[in-house]
């Protein structure tokens, strides 16, 4: 695929352990100019690994260049402007320092650097209560779920839609627990994957008529980042589909970046959710399962 004279803005990369850092280097290496976002509190700790070399083995890209970005900018996908960021988070220690972090002054400062932009990529997610059941969720926690992990997708097509060229492609990431009850991915988490993917049809739809855009999201497969260790039970889901899963493999992230690229070229398709899961989600039984290995 070839995606060079392309610009991708890739929002959500942290380290190198996740899907946007691969999405990230897969557009580079399809030859698209990246610019990244990163969540502000971790902004300084990513930059220091940065330019510590810490990633250095993982920006080797194929053709033997280390991957570059063109610019990183600190984002909070929580906020839309100054006007809703509460003082408390102003006089954080980790946002000392930082402006233009609201998802309309990312945008706004986007056009200004670069122009019109060809991919938008969210791959961030957040849920203060992801440990607790639904039910023990709070109202709080439910909501700061879906405003972090779900509205923050509506609230970037409409600060990035009118700098997108038209034919543009914008992708998020989902997981199964929008459609399947997985338990333990609590905290409102299942409920803000739901919309999510809800969004990306009337999004398409929106987006589509009013600026050309194509919206996706790829549901993935479980990957060890390190948002999903903070879930705590990761290694138990990547088990469990390893056992279960038509392709009895891990999931590399390369995988998932491998279909974000086909995405950002399928100038035909919008509205979807691609599963890139190994296959789980086409099972309805687990072949694992105790009750089976008693019966036989
Ligand atoms: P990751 O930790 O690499 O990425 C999540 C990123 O979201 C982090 O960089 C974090 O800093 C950022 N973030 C959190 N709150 C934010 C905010 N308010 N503003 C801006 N950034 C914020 O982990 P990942 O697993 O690669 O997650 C990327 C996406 O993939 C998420 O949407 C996640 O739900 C989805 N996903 C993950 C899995 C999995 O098993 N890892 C499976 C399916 C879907």
Do not use: C
């Not at 940065?50 to 900018?73: P, Q, T, V």
């Not at 906020?79 to 706004?108: C, H, I, W």
């Not at 008529?209 to 980042?225: M, T």
């Amino acid at each position: 695929m070839d995606l060079r004279g392309k610009k991708a803005f890739v929002a959500g990369i942290g380290d190198d352990q996740g899907f946007g850092w691969a999405i990230a280097k897969a557009l580079a290496e399809a030859g698209a100019e990246v610019l990244i976002g990163t969540w502000a509190p971790i902004l300084k700790i990513f930059t220091m690994s940065w330019e510590s070399g810490k990633f250095d083995e993982s920006r080797k890209m194929k053709n033997g260049k280390l991957f570059e970005y063109k610019k990183l900018y600190a984002m909070d996908a929580m906020f839309d402007t100054m006007d809703d960021v509460p003082q408390e988070v102003r006089e954080n220690k980790r946002y000392a320092g930082l402006t233009g972090y609201t998802l309309s002054e990312v945008a706004a400062q986007v056009a200004k650097d670069f122009g019109k932009i060809d991919i938008l990529v969210h791959s961030l997610a957040n849920a203060p209560e992801v440990t607790k059941p639904l039910l023990e969720t709070s109202r709080k926690g439910y909501l700061a779920a879906m405003s972090s992990s779900s509205y923050s997708l509506v609230s970037m097509i409409a600060h990035f839609g009118p700098h997108m060229h038209r034919g543009g492609s914008v992708l998020s990431l989902t997981y199964i627990a929008s459609e399947r009850a997985i338990p333990g991915y609590g905290g409102g988490m299942s409920s803000a994957k739901a919309a999510l993917e809800s969004d990306t049809r009337t999004l398409a739809w929106e987006a589509g008529r009013k600026w050309g855009l194509r919206v996706n999201a790829i549901s993935a497969g479980a990957l060890r980042s390190r948002a999903a260790k903070a879930i705590g039970m990761i290694d138990d889901m990547i088990a469990y589909a390893k056992a279960n899963a038509p392709l009895q493999k891990d999931l590399e992230a390369e995988e998932v970046a491998f279909a974000a690229t086909f995405l950002a070229s399928a100038t035909a398709v919008t509205g979807h959710v691609l599963y890139v899961d190994n296959g789980m989600h086409a099972m309805g039984m687990a072949v694992d399962s105790q009750a089976i290995q008693t019966r036989s």
